[in-house]
């Protein structure tokens, strides 16, 4: 099992940035692909990024190149997300994933945390 603790949501206006960590314990944290992904309220939820084991690779949804930027520390066993230039349509409530495949697959990882609530204001 792998606990997965996210933080670092808020309220932001457009233009802004957040900065997302999740924490993870449990298992060891490199043997983990870890990704992001949100859901807004009505929709699906929708894959933004992953990073490869040690932190070399990286994938990025569409909407978000650019944009977004996935860290991994596995010294701090810390997943970061970093949102810039964030949109309203950038609102839903956003989760730190882990899994063993590098894929923009939501349901391919198997751990997911409980979410941080990201608001951007128009």
């Known amino acids: 099992q792998v606990q997965l603790v996210e933080r670092g949501g808020g309220l932001v206006q457009t233009g802004g940035s957040l900065r997302l960590s999740c924490a993870a314990s449990?298992?060891?944290?490199?043997?983990?692909?870890m990704a992001w992904i949100r859901q807004a309220p009505g929709k699906e939820r929708e894959f933004l990024a992953a990073v490869t084991w040690g932190g070399a690779g990286t994938l990025y949804a569409d909407s978000v190149k650019g944009r977004f930027t996935i860290s991994r520390d596995n010294a701090k066993n810390t997943v970061y997300l970093q949102m810039n230039n964030l949109k309203p349509e950038d609102t839903a409530v956003y989760y730190c994933?882990?899994?063993?495949?590098?894929?923009?697959?939501?349901?391919?990882?198997?751990?997911w945390g409980q979410g941080t609530q990201v608001t951007v204001s128009s």
């Open positions: 994933g882990a899994g063993s495949s590098f894929v923009r697959t939501t349901t391919a990882y198997d751990y």
């Open positions: 449990g298992r060891t944290f490199s043997n983990y692909v």
